[in-house]
């Protein structure tokens, strides 16, 4: 009796293990990379799907284009944090300019500083 719960102790430690590992090489490899909604958008299909190709910055001050689909239309001038991992938009948060990195904002596009500073 005491070793079936022992090894029923070491297979959730185990478990537990293994689902902690996958998470830390998730938030290791993924990306974050930040960009403004556009006027243009790009309707996907019937059933409302919405497809966005805009220019994004990384949190190294990269700049880059990320094409992402979402299930509604997003509002012109909405401050995005897309997740990338593999070159593949896995999800994304909406952001205020002020929760951008500090890196990412001093690279942030210039025009937008311009008229922030106004």
């Known amino acids: 009796m005491k070793r079936k719960w022992i090894s029923l102790l070491v297979l959730i ?3 537990g293990a ?3 590992g996958v998470k830390i ?7 974050h990379q930040y960009g403004m909604i556009p006027k243009e ?7 409302g799907r919405v497809q966005y190709t805009i220019s994004v ?3 190294k001050g990269q700049t880059t284009f990320q094409t992402f689909t979402t299930i509604k239309q997003l509002k ?3 401050v995005i944090d897309l997740f990338v991992r593999g070159n593949e938009v896995r999800k994304y948060d909406i952001l ?4 951008l990195p500090q890196r990412v904002k001093s690279v942030w596009p210039i025009k937008e500083r311009k008229e922030e500073e106004k």
């Not at 090489?25 to 990306?31: C, G, L, V």
């Not at 958008?41 to 059933?47: E, G, Q």
Request: glycine letters at 6%; aromatic letters at 6%; one cysteine or more.
């Open 41 to 47: 958008a790009k309707k996907v299909d019937d059933y």
């Open 96 to 99: 205020t300019k002020d929760e």
């Open 76 to 78: 012109e001038g909405t």
């Open 25 to 31: 090489y998730q938030s290791a490899a993924t990306e």
């Open 57 to 59: 910055i990384n949190e």
């Open 13 to 15: 430690l185990i478990v």
């Open 18 to 20: 293994c689902i902690g």
